[in-house]
């Protein structure tokens, strides 16, 4: 009996060992399946990491995420599943692909949020983001965003973006500095929180879209109040609050490039016109091309700072030369002005001779670039 009983404990001992070894191998073939994640293990977002996911492998946006944290990307204000465009580990890099955007082969631009997983997992579309960029897109267009955490420490501050007109990008010690926070126009009451309580300096960038260009424009205020020098708070109700703009100081973006001129043609006579330049009509804007008596339209000309062989068909029939008053060359006309023209006719009665028609241009000094800008 005793012998029997010893065999028994082998082969119990045998099964042991290799349900033991099973274990083992099935443990480190799930491991083996898991992508690399961060401190932010919450929820199952695995596939908005994977290159895969919007073929954002072979976009042209990379987003670097220095922090500790996964952080899952959104697309715009709502931060909700269907609006998540990826995602990017800790410590680690990834692209963004837009090539589904509509307008994607001229351009435009959208807003990037970045969350950390557990608070999307734990607040859903509550969730506080850590960072926010505003992000071009475009055929052949590559961009680069770092992000950082704003929502981690125990000290902090509260920002306002006082400008209805603009968004705000908050930079550190120069206005070539660190991005600390992004706010879109208006924002109010951003909370930004710090690891401590050391002084700071915060320069205030203000960022549009040129949709001309398709491109971003920033402005920087100068003098010694443009920025704020601080030190943070604990987290409270009584954190230190910073205002942008201080005062009333103006926004003005000086850098736009506007590859045109603007011309206004203001018809006071009662038949149909034609703008012509080189005896070629010019399409003005809303598909103008005869504008009718009493009315006016706009139109993007294009200068090349030489003179112009401008003219007003009257009825197509009279060729009424566009002159500057008092003058009898050809106008030259400067990019980034803005000109009307006026025709007027002299006589009582319609007449075949141009010498009773005026086309008189008039500068109105630069145009106005604001409406070419789109701010978040």
């Known amino acids: 009996m005793k012998a029997e009983k010893t065999n028994e404990e082998r082969k119990m001992k045998k099964l042991l060992k290799i349900l033991a070894l099973l274990l083992v191998v099935g443990l480190m073939l799930g491991l083996a399946g898991c992508p690399p994640t961060g401190t932010d293990n919450g929820g199952d977002y695995g596939k908005y990491f994977a290159s895969s ?47 589904d955007k509509s307008n994607y082969q001229v351009g435009s631009f959208v807003i990037v949020r970045a969350v950390k997983v557990s608070q999307f997992s734990a607040n859903g579309e509550q969730a506080i983001p850590d960072h926010s960029a505003m992000v ?28 209805r007109d603009y968004a705000l990008e908050l930079r550190e010690n120069s206005p070539e500095g660190r991005v600390v926070a992004f706010l879109t126009r208006g924002e109010y009451g951003r909370v930004i929180n710090t690891p401590n309580n050391d002084a700071r300096n915060l320069y205030p960038v203000w960022v549009a879209f040129n949709n001309q260009t398709q491109n971003i424009v920033t402005f920087t205020p100068t003098g010694v109040f443009s920025n704020q020098l601080f030190q943070p708070d604990p987290v409270g109700p009584g954190m230190v609050e910073l205002a942008f703009p201080a005062g009333n100081q103006p926004i003005v ?124």
Do not use: K
């Open 53 to 99: 996911f919007r073929n954002n492998g072979a976009g042209r946006t990379e987003i670097i995420n220095p922090t500790g944290h996964d952080m899952l990307l959104f697309d715009g204000e709502l931060l909700a599943e269907p609006f998540i465009i990826g995602g990017v580990r800790a410590g680690q890099r990834a692209n963004l692909n837009f090539e």
């Open 136 to 163: 071009t897109y475009g055929a052949n267009r590559n961009f680069t965003v770092t992000l950082m955490s704003t929502t981690d420490g125990n000290f902090g501050y509260r920002v306002h973006n006082n400008s």
């Open 253 to 376: 973006f000086d850098n736009i490039i506007l590859p045109f001129a603007n011309l206004t043609l203001v018809n006071n006579a009662g038949w149909g016109v034609q703008l012509r330049t080189a005896n070629q009509p010019m399409i003005g804007q809303g598909g103008i091309n005869v504008l009718a008596g009493g009315r006016r339209a706009d139109y993007e000309f294009i200068s090349d700072e030489v003179p112009r062989n401008l003219n007003v068909y009257v009825n197509n029939a009279v060729e009424v030369p566009v002159r500057f008053e008092d003058e009898t060359d050809m106008p030259t006309f400067t990019n980034g002005h803005a000109y009307t023209i006026v025709l007027t006719q002299l006589t009582p009665a319609p007449s075949e001779d141009p010498n009773d028609w005026t086309a008189v241009v008039t500068t109105n000094g630069l145009m106005n670039t604001a409406d070419l800008l789109s701010s978040p």
